[in-house]
C-alpha cells in the first residue's frame, strides 16, 4: 500500500510539473515549441495569410490585433521561414544615418527584442510558434499544402480572391475569407492567382539574370575570442590586418563579417559556385552559422533546379570548411556540423502592383503620400554568376515604402508583403531584407483589417486618402516609425550628368557603392567605355528587338570627347558620320544640345565618365522610344 502511495505521489508530481511546463513562459516570453493548437479550423475567416515566413507572422499578429479571425498557413512544421529554415539567424537593420533610429519599429521591434542580434535556430522556432499561439483570434495551420485559390466574378467584371484549398493530415478542406494576404516568398499565391510578374533582372531585359542563392551552413570549433581580439586591435591602431581582410570587416559578441580578400581565392570544385566574405553568426553553444557560399544557375520557381541546387552546395561544403581551415584565421579547427534545409533565395517574382518601387526611388529619397514603411538598407545586388562580382548600387538615407506596392494588379482583396512585392529588381536590393518586409507585413494586417471595417476593396482603399490616413494613425499608434519628410538632395544630384546617370543606374550598370561615388568627373578609360556601350547595347536590344546594333571597339589610349561621341553616333546608327561630323550629327538629331555642348566642352579634351553616362542615355531613350 505504502509503494502504491508513492507511485500515486509521483505520478501527481510528474502531471503538476508537466502542467505547469505546458502553461508556463520559456525564457523568450513564449510558450514552449511544439503546442501547437487550432483544431479543427473554421471555414470561414475574416483574414487568411499564406507563408509562415517573418513578414506573414507580422501581418498576421497584426490583423489578429485588430480583432479579426485570422489564419495564417504555413506549409513546413515551423514558422520563421528564412530565419529558421534557412538559418539566417540575424537582422539586416536599417537605422537612420544621422539620429540612429530605427526605421523599422512596430511588430518588427518586438521581434529584435525577442531575438537580439544574432539568435539560436531552435529558440527562434520556439520564439515564432509562440508569438502565433499566444495571440487572440489567430488560428495556425501548420504541415498544410495549399493550393487552388478560388477566384469568382464579381458583377462589375473583377476577379476576387475567395478560398483556398489546405491539405492538412491526408483531407482536403476549402477556406473562405474576406481577405488574403500573400506571404510566401516567391510570391505563388498571387501567381496562381492571375497577378502579373517579372522574374529577376527582366524588368531591364533579363528574366533569366537573378542573384545568387546560397546555403547557410553551421560549423564549431571557431575561435571567436581571436577575431574579436584581432578586430580590436585593428580598429584601436587604425589598421586592417593583412590576416583579417577587408576594411569593412568587424566581430561583436555574436556577429561576425570580413575575409571578403580571403574568399575570393577559393576554387570550387562545381564550377557554378563561389564563396563571398561570410557573414557569421555564434551561436550559445558556441557554434557558428556561414552566410558565405553563393551557388548559381538555380531557378528557385522549379523544384527540381531548387533541390539539385540544394544537393550541389551541400556536396561542396566540406571542401569549403577544408579551405576556411587554411585560409581564415580563427579557423584552423572548425569543422562542419551540418547546414539548412532550406536555400536562402535572394530574387525570384517581383510583383506588378499598383506602383512600382524604383532604384530612383530609393536612391533620391522619395517620400510617398501612402506611405506604410521606411527603409535605407544598402542596395546589395549579389553576383548573379561566377563572371559577376555583384555590386553596391548605392546608399539611401531614408525611402517610403509606398502601400500601392503590396496591391497587385488584377485580383482583388488580395496584398503581397515580402521580397517579391511591387518592386523593381534594383529597387529589391534593399527592400528586400527581412525586416523592412516585416514592418510593411504588418501595414497590411492593418490594412486588410480597416477594408473589412468599410466593406471596400483594398485597391479602391488604396487611392481613398482618408483611409490611407486612418491606417497611418493606426500604424503610429502601434509603434511604428511612419514620418512625412523633405527628400534630401543629394550633392551627385545637382551634378550636370546626372540625368544621364539616372539612366544608366535604372539599367543595373553602375554601382556608386555604400558611399554612392559615381565617378562622373573621372577621366573615361578605353576599357570602360567599351565595355559600357556594349553593355548599354544589349540592353537596347532587349527593349527594341528590331533596332540593329553593333558591337563597338574603341582605340587604346585616352578617349577624347569628339571621339566619345563618334562611337556614339555609330551606336545610333552605324551609316552615321565619324570624327568631327559625328559631333555635329549628335546635334542635329538632339542627342546633343546648347546646354550638354557646353558641359561636354572641347571635342579635343579627354571625357569623362559623366560624358558617357549623358550621352549613352540619350542614345538609349532615342532607340528605345
Excluded at 522574374?199 to 564549431?220: C, H, Q, R, S, W
Excluded at 558620320?577 to 558641359?599: H, T
Amino acid at each position: 500500500m505504502q509503494m502504491i502511495n508513492r507511485v500515486r505521489r509521483f505520478l501527481w508530481i510528474f502531471i503538476i510539473i508537466t502542467l505547469i511546463c505546458a502553461c508556463s513562459r520559456s525564457e523568450l516570453g513564449q510558450t514552449p515549441y511544439l503546442f501547437v493548437p487550432n483544431d479543427p479550423l473554421a471555414d470561414v475567416y475574416d483574414v487568411i495569410i499564406v507563408g509562415g515566413e517573418p513578414e506573414g507572422l507580422a501581418a498576421a499578429l497584426a490583423s489578429a490585433r485588430s480583432g479579426k479571425k485570422t489564419l495564417l498557413v504555413e506549409e513546413s512544421d515551423t514558422l520563421g521561414g528564412l530565419f529558421t529554415r534557412g538559418r539566417l539567424n540575424f537582422f539586416d537593420m536599417n537605422y537612420t544615418l544621422d539620429t540612429n533610429i530605427l526605421l523599422t519599429q512596430g511588430i518588427f521591434s518586438e521581434f529584435y527584442e525577442g531575438l537580439g542580434d544574432a539568435f539560436d535556430i531552435d529558440k527562434a522556432k520556439q520564439y515564432f510558434i509562440g508569438k502565433a499561439i499566444n495571440q487572440d483570434n489567430l488560428d495556425l495551420a501548420m504541415s498544410a499544402a495549399w493550393s487552388d485559390p478560388i477566384i469568382e466574378i464579381d458583377p462589375q467584371g473583377r476577379s476576387v480572391i475567395t478560398g483556398i484549398s489546405l491539405t492538412r493530415y491526408g483531407e482536403t478542406s476549402v477556406h473562405k475569407a474576406k481577405r488574403f494576404i500573400d506571404a510566401t516568398v516567391d510570391a505563388d499565391l498571387a501567381a496562381l492567382a492571375g497577378v502579373p510578374y517579372t522574374v529577376g533582372a527582366e524588368d531591364y531585359g533579363f528574366p533569366d539574370t537573378k542573384m545568387a542563392v546560397t546555403l547557410v551552413f553551421n560549423i564549431t570549433g571557431v575561435r571567436w575570442w581571436e577575431l574579436r581580439i584581432r578586430n580590436n586591435i585593428s580598429r584601436f591602431l587604425g589598421l586592417i590586418n593583412s590576416n583579417w581582410g577587408d576594411p569593412n570587416a568587424g566581430a561583436l559578441k555574436r556577429l561576425a563579417w570580413g575575409y571578403g580578400k580571403e574568399a575570393k581565392a577559393y576554387i570550387p570544385t562545381d564550377p557554378a559556385m563561389s564563396l563571398r566574405g561570410p557573414n557569421l553568426a555564434r551561436q550559445e553553444n558556441g557554434q557558428i552559422l556561414l552566410n558565405a557560399l553563393l551557388i548559381y544557375d538555380v531557378d528557385p520557381l522549379d523544384p527540381e533546379s531548387y533541390k539539385e541546387g540544394l544537393n550541389r552546395g551541400a556536396k561542396e561544403l566540406p571542401q569549403v570548411v577544408e579551405f576556411i581551415n587554411a585560409n581564415f584565421a580563427g579557423f584552423s579547427n572548425a569543422v562542419l556540423v551540418d547546414w539548412a534545409e532550406r536555400l536562402y533565395v535572394r530574387e525570384s517574382r517581383h510583383i506588378i502592383g499598383e506602383y512600382r518601387l524604383s532604384i530612383t526611388d530609393v536612391l533620391e529619397n522619395r517620400d510617398f503620400s501612402d506611405r506604410i514603411a521606411h527603409g535605407n538598407y544598402p542596395v546589395d545586388i549579389q553576383p548573379s554568376s561566377v563572371n559577376d562580382r555583384g555590386m553596391v548600387v548605392g546608399q539611401p538615407q531614408i525611402y517610403s515604402i509606398p502601400f500601392r506596392c503590396i496591391v497587385p494588379l488584377e485580383v482583388e482583396n488580395l496584398l503581397v508583403v515580402g521580397r517579391s512585392a511591387s518592386y523593381d529588381s534594383l529597387a529589391h536590393g534593399s527592400a528586400r531584407v527581412v525586416p523592412i518586409g516585416v514592418a510593411v507585413g504588418e501595414a497590411a494586417g492593418v490594412a486588410v483589417s480597416i477594408s473589412i471595417d468599410h466593406d471596400l476593396y483594398i485597391r479602391d482603399m488604396s487611392y481613398d486618402e482618408q483611409l490611407i490616413g486612418e491606417l497611418q494613425e493606426e500604424l503610429k499608434h502601434r509603434g511604428a516609425y511612419l514620418k512625412a519628410y523633405d527628400p534630401p538632395v543629394l550633392p551627385i544630384m545637382e551634378h550636370w550628368a546626372y540625368p544621364g546617370l539616372r539612366v544608366i543606374r535604372s539599367l543595373g550598370m553602375v554601382s556608386g557603392g555604400y558611399n554612392n561615388y559615381y565617378e562622373l568627373d573621372e577621366p573615361l578609360n578605353f576599357m570602360r567605355g567599351q565595355n559600357n556601350l556594349n553593355e548599354l547595347a544589349k540592353r537596347i536590344m532587349k527593349k527594341a528587338p528590331d533596332k540593329q546594333i553593333p558591337t563597338i571597339y574603341f582605340k587604346e589610349g585616352a578617349v577624347e570627347t569628339g571621339y566619345l561621341a563618334e562611337k556614339i553616333a555609330y551606336l545610333i546608327d552605324q551609316s552615321a558620320p565619324k570624327g568631327q561630323e559625328a559631333w555635329e550629327y549628335l546635334v542635329q538629331i538632339g542627342i546633343i544640345d546648347e546646354v550638354l555642348s557646353e558641359k561636354l566642352g572641347d571635342p579635343t579634351a579627354i571625357t569623362t565618365v559623366g560624358a558617357l553616362y549623358a550621352l549613352g542615355a540619350r542614345a538609349f531613350d532615342m532607340l528605345t522610344k
